[in-house]
């Protein structure tokens, strides 16, 4: 097994050769190892934990998406006020150095809510990371944006830096953790749930079996919080999305309503028998000439395109974009085809290919959500941050067009 796909098994984490080979060769540099073949070769699990560290990258900021908080702590006030007596839990999974969790105790405070009314679990792979939210000690890069009045009221400067208070500090435990390999239910199940930006990194099964996870640890009534790129992947894996402005929340799907009965035909009362004269022979008559069968219709464009949807998602690669290409031949102005297409050439590691036809789809259909947010995914990924924040906030107004015309969920 190389070490690319011992990183993918060990942590799910579906990563570049690029980004693995970078990593590697730090590895290599402080180890002393001869080179990535003998360090493929040997590699210990002690060596593999150093190397996921290398790889995950905990990037976040107080308040990042503030939508998301103001939402949740007025989930939690309707939670409390329903029942005071009650204790709201709430989870941060993956909480890189603990801005996430943290921010939430600080909206839930300038909420009005009481600390001992709600618990706040953070979980993270990156042992560093823990270590760095548990201290709770911030750089400037911590505190973005226009609004950093909370930064004066939580926070004691010391030098450059800046410390969260500790009533704050005691309101959060930390956790090192796997969300696809660490049993995360022992405490019961939770009423808020974020997980922001961790399915981006995931291969479809990954995602899929992560959401299955969270699908488990969040309360029936629950809401949970996500990165505005994975809203379809969790709205294809039992989630729905809920109306709350910008926030990126779901709630689990309802059930599926019962299939309607099909309408029997009424059975014709019983009649008395009686005896029926045998029919005269019948005339023959010349038989009519046989006619050609008709043609075959067009092929049914939504079910190629979910059954190419299917394929790609069970890793089918060339399945998929053969049947993309088929509807094309038909329907050459088909968007879904062409966003099809980007995800196998993803896949296939093809990001030219993808950015092209990503676009071409965005052309066809400019409020296209999925292929906005991977075009900003893309663009991040090559440093062009400007062009990555614009196609975000293109994809999150296209989100909040949707559901402002969307029935409220049950939040």
Partial sequence: MNIRDLVREQTGLDLSEAVIDRAVGRRIAESGVADAAAYAADIAPGELRALVELLVVPESWMFRDAEAFAAAAAFVQRRLAAAPNRVVRILSVPCAGGEEPYSMAMALRDAGVAPAACSIDAIDLSEVALQRARRGRYTLNAFRGGDLEFRARYFTRTGNEYQIHDELRAQ????????????????????????????????????????????????????????????????????????????????????????????????????????????????????????????????????????????????????????????????????????????????????????????????????????????????????????????????????????????????
């Fill in 172 to 411: 959060v435990r930390f956790s090192q953790g796997n969300l696809l390999a660490t049993d995360l239910a022992s405490g019961g199940r939770y009423d808020v749930v974020f997980c922001r930006n961790l399915l981006i990194y995931f291969d479809e099964p990954s995602a899929a079996a992560a959401i299955a996870r969270l699908h488990a640890l969040l309360a029936d009534d629950g809401l949970l919080f996500a990165g505005y790129a994975e809203v379809p992947t969790y709205c294809r894996n039992g989630f729905a999305t809920v109306r709350a402005a910008n926030a990126f929340a779901l709630q689990k799907a309802t059930a599926a309503a019962p299939a309607t009965p099909a309408v029997r035909a009424p059975v014709a009362p019983p009649r008395a028998a009686r005896v029926t004269p045998r029919p005269a022979a019948p005339q023959l008559k010349p038989k009519p000439p046989r006619q050609p069968a008709p043609a075959p219709g067009p092929p049914d464009v939504g079910a190629v395109l979910a059954q190419a949807r299917k394929q790609a998602d069970q890793g089918d690669h060339a399945a998929a974009a053969a049947a993309c290409k088929r509807v094309l031949d038909t329907a050459p102005d088909n968007a879904d085809a062409y966003f099809i297409l980007g995800l196998t050439s993803e896949c296939g590691r093809n990001l030219a290919a993808a950015e092209g036809y990503w676009r071409r789809c965005v052309y066809l259909k400019p409020d296209h959500y999925e292929a906005l947010c991977h075009l900003a995914l893309l663009a991040g990924e090559r440093g062009d941050a400007a062009q990555s924040d614009a196609l975000r906030q293109r994809a999150a107004r296209v989100y909040q067009r949707a559901n402002d015309g969307a029935p409220k969920g049950r939040s």
